[in-house]
């Protein structure tokens, strides 16, 4: 009779069990409890988040952003990307939204790179892309696009974009993440502080120390 009544209680915790663990797999953020939180840049950065500007000190300026309606500089790869994440833009703090501007100079290239917190879409504005990228089973997709194009990248993938058309091009790019990160991987390999060891990067590109050496002194490192 005891051990009936134990394997009764037993069989009752477990299907308690059942019933609440599934639970957390179909909650939800809450919902804001403000209509917005604009970024105070000059406080640290939370978990999620820069911390919320005081109402008081919110203005119109602060929904507003003209950055992306400047041409950018392009750099040694031809390309030029202006941002208008959260660092940028505190509008847009905990929104889960950001856009870049990209771009490029004939034959300019955006250089492999990955957003780790964020999928991304384009679309071409001006001149002709090329718009490729790399699943994790080192499949590659890519193809030519015109303006008024769209692409999209899943997040964290790497991918890239190159102007093959004649003269400069242009497009925007939007994310779900208000600072999506960006992982550039010739800058990374590099030109990072402190340097790659050359014995890694020989290694990895199976190439003698004097070609790392060289590629190297191209990023200043």
Known sequence: MILSTISHFQLLCCLVLLLIL?????????????????????????????PCKLAAEVTSGDFFFDGLSKEGNTTIFGSA?????????????TLGISMNRVDFAPGGLNPPHSHPR?????????????????TTNNVFYSKVLSAGEMFVIPRGL??????????????????N???PGA??????????????PNQVLTKTFQVDDDLISTIKSKFGS
Do not use: M, R, W
């Open 22 to 50: 599934p639970l957390p797999l179909y909650s939800a953020d809450p919902d804001p409890l403000q209509d917005f939180c604009v970024a105070d840049l000059k406080a640290s950065a939370s978990l999620n988040g820069f």
């Open 81 to 93: 990307v202006t941002p208008a994440n959260v660092l940028a833009f505190p509008g847009v703090n």
């Open 183 to 196: 992982v550039i991987v010739p800058t990374t390999l590099f030109a990072s502080t402190p340097s790659v």
């Open 158 to 175: 790497i991918h890239f974009q190159q102007n093959v058309g004649e003269g400069k091009a242009l497009a925007f790019t939007a994310f």
């Open 118 to 134: 964020a999928s991304e879409s384009g679309i071409v504005i001006k001149g002709k892309l090329l718009v490729g990228f790399f």
């Open 177 to 179: 993440s208000h600072l």
